[in-house]
């Protein structure tokens, strides 16, 4: 969906939503800092739902710029490993051309594997041996954080977020950062009609959609401390910049016969 609070170009929006993401957590600064030189503290991610792998790419550049000593200041630990799960096996398939991964995981720092991200009891041996390793704190000096990432995915899980997210909390010491979707307080019944119409069409549970209140409860029921509990609304920074984005290139497209098809609803195009 993209961050859009400073572009108008879809890959920028998409790399900015990751990057506020990453703010958010307090694992990426918005400027390159002298203090991050020589950090020992460390972090894990694990992915889930990387669909095509953009989010996976950005990450292995930061790994494999952090292994040449090149790693970007802007980063507040050390990167130790990356997990990524996502359902599907094309999207998985153009994920491990990008990433150059085309044979199998060869490296357990970084490593991608086709599952249900949101079922951790349907995970095999080896993934859940590769989260894991990768969740281990350190032997070495310096702190370690285990870091769970949801970009515009979690909606999606079936029958809903919660099973993984009580698991990265209880299992493996998780911390959770995600964009996702909440819905607002008061929705009038045809509001919620045209929801569940909405949520049929995008192939996510009803029941995952709940407001921010609720949102909160149900992380503070899976384990998370209240107080430390961080949700902000950037929605001015998605969907009308999104639907701005999507009317354009259909103009573009017709030009030439051609239509954005079914995300012409999404532009509240008719
Ligand atoms: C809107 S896309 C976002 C993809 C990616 N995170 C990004 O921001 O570019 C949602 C992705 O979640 C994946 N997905 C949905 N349910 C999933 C599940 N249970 N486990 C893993 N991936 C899932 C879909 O296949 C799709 O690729």
Redo the contacts with the bound molecule.
């Keep these: ?1 993209g961050f859009w609070k400073d572009t108008e170009d879809f890959p920028t929006a ?1 790399r900015a ?2 990057e506020e993401v990453l703010k958010s957590a307090q694992i990426l600064q918005d400027e390159v800092s002298s203090s991050n030189k020589n950090i020992v503290d460390t972090l894990s991610i694990i ?9 996976s790419l950005y990450i292995k550049n930061a790994l494999d710029n952090q292994r040449r000593g090149k790693r970007d200041d802007r980063w507040e630990r050390n990167l130790k490993a990356y997990v990524g ?4 096996s094309a ?1 998985f398939s153009i994920a491990q051309k990008r990433l150059g991964l085309e044979q199998s995981n060869t490296s357990t720092e970084f490593e991608i594997y086709c ?5 951790p009891t349907s995970w095999t041996p080896e993934i859940k041996k590769s989260v894991s390793v990768a969740t281990q704190g350190n032997d070495e000096k310096g702190d370690h954080e285990n870091w769970l990432l ?4 979690l909606i ?3 029958p809903s977020r919660w099973p993984v997210i009580e698991y990265a909390n209880r299992e493996l010491g998780a911390s959770l950062m995600a ?1 996702d979707l909440c819905i607002a307080d008061n929705l009038s019944l045809k509001q919620r009609l045209v929801l569940r119409f909405m949520a049929s069409f995008g ?1 996510s549970p009803f029941a995952n959609f709940v407001t921010i209140q609720e949102y909160r409860e149900r992380l503070v029921m899976a384990g998370y401390a209240r107080e430390k509990i961080e949700i902000r609304d950037i929605s001015e920074h998605v969907f009308n910049p999104l639907a701005g984005f999507l009317r354009k290139k259909e103009v573009e497209l017709q030009q030439y016969g051609m239509s954005i098809g079914r995300f012409r609803y999404a532009a509240g195009m008719k």
Excluded: I, K, P, S
């Design positions: 969906m998409c939503l990751l992915d889930l739902g990387f669909g095509c792998g953009d989010q799960l996502t359902l599907e999207h599952a249900d991200a949101g079922r949801g970009l515009d995915t999606h899980f079936q964009y192939q």
